[in-house]
């Protein structure tokens, strides 16, 4: 099966008459999204803005959809980051779900609010989740999908990384230097699975993100609030095993490949 006929499948399933390519700025889902722009049910590609990431990123997005001529959807969530976790502290693992929920599932909502045309209209989210990527707190996506009204399409779900990298080269695909020096996207930076010496390689590329990060502990300090930026706190036990966060699949990934470490933490 191609990764149009995922599509296809999709679509034919569900009645499916308009698919967005959700752009995290991430390799994955630049491929993702450049196999769904050749798809005549393409509408546009959407990225989520959470306030809390690597600017580059972002405009790595916003570049790579003027160059192919996609339109773009930017979201924000209602609530910034900031404003969160002057609220609540900063998250870590057993807090995850909240984060994922606050700053990217209820921009998926007005997503769907605006572009759905009738209550059993169903929209299809393209998104690059492989099964290689998945970890064991996902272990149930599949290539297709049905959250609500939302059809969540992985049509490069059975790819491995170099068939991700080939595929980029093959198309002549620009790469997101952010992903190249700290080996992901970045478009996200919640806190809840940073990983050992994250701020220190981010300061050292993105020393601006640091400083806006800190910025925030200073001000959560203020709190009685968790008050540090990528501190795990004690296992939250069986919180988020089943929790479907599509756009989070790799979350701590990087994270287990880059340190194996055994804790007492909710693992990724």
């Not at 630049?30 to 590609?45: D, I, M, R, W, Y």
């Not at 919180?239 to 990724?268: I, S």
């Amino acid at each position: 099966m191609t990764e149009h006929d995922i599509i296809d499948q999709a679509i034919k399933q569900y009645s499916i008459t308009k698919v967005f390519g959700l752009f995290s700025g991430g390799h994955d889902s630049l491929c993702a999204t450049h196999v769904a722009s050749s798809h005549p049910a393409f509408v546009s590609a959407v990225h989520i803005n959470t306030g809390i990431g690597v600017p580059q990123t972002r405009q790595f997005v916003r570049d790579t959809c003027k160059e192919h001529g996609w339109e773009l959807f930017e979201y924000h969530p209602p609530v910034p980051y900031r404003e969160i976790v002057k609220e609540h502290g900063f998250p870590g693992p057993g807090g995850h779900l909240y984060m994922y929920t606050r700053l990217k599932e209820r921009c998926i909502r007005q997503l769907t609010r605006e572009h759905k045309t009738h209550r059993l209209e169903h929209i299809g989210l393209v998104s690059g989740v492989r099964s290689e990527e998945s970890t064991r707190r996902m272990r149930h996506v599949d290539a297709i999908q049905k959250e609500i009204s939302r059809i969540w399409i992985a049509p490069i779900h059975a790819w491995d990384k170099r068939q991700c990298n080939d595929y980029i080269d093959k198309h002549n695909l620009k790469r997101n230097e952010v992903v190249d020096l700290i080996h992901m996207s970045g478009e996200c930076l919640c806190g809840a699975f940073a990983s050992p010496g994250e701020r220190e390689e981010l300061r050292l590329w993105f020393p601006d993100v640091v400083k806006e990060i800190e910025e925030i502990e200073a001000e959560v300090a203020k709190t009685e609030k968790p008050c540090v930026w990528g501190q795990k706190p004690t296992r939250i036990a069986g919180q988020q095993e089943m929790a479907f966060m599509p756009m989070c699949v790799g979350c701590g990934k990087r994270d287990e490949d880059n340190h194996n470490e055994t804790t007492g933490e909710l693992n990724p």
